[in-house]
């Protein structure tokens, strides 16, 4: 337990980063070779990197990993609000500091110097993927059973309009796991800390 | 004239599927081995100390034996598919099957049967006519397919849980089984049989169902995806024996709901 408080990421953080990693992994890939089967737009995922070889094979991933998304994500959003490190972490958040940190960002001025406290760059961007991870579940839940969910079908538009706002958060998922994996590159230490914890 | 397979001339349903289970889990061990661990899936699996392909496919398995219950548990057999104007019918509807437009089975009307068989009362062969004389009603809804893509189209015909009264069916059993003149099977759970949208078609956009979409009857449900839905349907069967299904068999969601 001493461990765990004086932890910069306590274990229940680091447990729930790397499942969801596990999960968004072979969801991202068994989804890819989903969309495979009927493109709505004139590209193909390389096969290579795609999960499940055929699509009943992709299917049975994406449907068994969707289980672990959604309990590791429940887990992490009631410890994360629970224990009220969601708003020692990421709040206070503002606009200005967002744009204020990414300027500085670019220009290679931010500074890692203190891990306990996130810039208002990683806020803005780990709750972006919290809210997009949140829809991914929601539209994926309309594709799944768009008849026995009629107010969350409708909310998204209908079964099409899902597909594509499922599509678009899978798009803006990868598009930050670019950016995170480009800045723990970056920044090795952050890699150990999200191992160890310190 | 109905192409008939040596295992359709059976009379005892649950045994005859019990040997096309036995038949085709071998090839259908063998592709699933094939397919389901691509580069991308060893080398998400080279972590472990050994790549277990059999264990790999039984857990993925149990997870799809296990969303059938969800599946089950989830299903409100008073929740409605959503119905659409005619204007919103997809022209031309796609056709979809395991093989090609081009093998098409062409079934013949008038020596046309259906068997009805297994926990009903009444266990007559149907007739084509016997079939159009009872009551019709029809739907314009969503066909949803397993690959994602979807279609609006109308189909018509008996509402199968009339004709499952009609029949003397015994609802308490667990499944309705189909096997079809192209020698296609399924099977469905009998919550989902007795919705008010599951319809033994007869007609598409008010002709006759042509035969790429399942001349002469085909079984419509909204509340599946595609391939639940079974074309040229020459027997049904009550039962509690699981049937399984072409595709189910091969890996599959049995459940299939939507």
Known sequence: MTNDTQAIHPLWLRATHWLNALAVLI???????????????????????????????????????????????????????????????????????????????????????????????????????????????????????????????????????????????????????????????????????????? | MIRKSPRLAAVDGAAVVKEALRRIEQPARRRFLQGSLTLGGLSLLSGCAIVDEDSVERALMSVSRFNDKVQGWLFDPRQLAPTYPESMITRPFPFNAYYGEDEIRQVDADSYRLEVTGMVADRHAWTLAELQALPQTDQVTRHICVE????????????????????????????????????????????????????????????????????????????????????????IFVTNTYPGGYWEDQGYNWFGGS
């Open chain 2, 148 to 235: 994602g893509w979807s279609a609006i189209g109308k189909w018509g015909g008996v509402t199968f849980s009339d004709f499952l009264s009609r029949v003397g069916a015994d609802t308490s059993a667990k499944y309705v089984g189909f096997k079809c003149a192209d020698d296609y099977y399924t099977s469905i759970d009998m919550p989902t049989a007795l919705h008010p949208q599951t319809l033994l078609t007869l007609s598409y956009d008010g002709q006759p169902l042509p035969p790429r979409y399942g001349f002469p009857m085909k079984l419509r449900m909204p509340t599946k995806l595609g391939y639940k839905n079974p074309k040229h349907i020459q027997a």
């Open chain 1, 27 to 198: 969801l991202a890939m068994s989804g890819w070779r989903i969309f495979n089967a009927s493109p709505f737009f004139d590209f193909r995922f390389a096969k290579e990197i795609t999960l499940g070889g055929w699509l009943g094979g992709a299917i049975q991933w994406h449907f068994a990993a969707m289980w672990l998304l959604a309990a590791n994500g429940l887990v992490y959003l009631l410890c994360n609000g629970g224990s009220g490190r969601l708003w020692v972490r990421f709040f206070p958040l503002s606009p200005r500091a967002i744009f204020a940190d990414l300027r500085a960002a670019f220009r290679g001025h931010l500074s890692h110097a203190d891990p306990r406290q996130y810039n208002a760059a990683q806020r803005a961007a780990y709750l972006f993927v919290t809210v997009d991870a949140v829809l991914l579940v929601l539209s994926g839940l309309v594709l799944w059973k768009s008849v026995q969910f009629p107010l969350l079908r409708e909310l998204l538009g209908g079964y099409e309009t899902a597909r594509r706002v499922h599509f678009f958060a899978m798009t803006a998922l990868i598009a930050f796991v670019v950016v995170h994996l480009a800045m723990v590159a970056l920044v090795p230490r952050t890699l150990l800390t999200m191992i160890r914890g310190r």
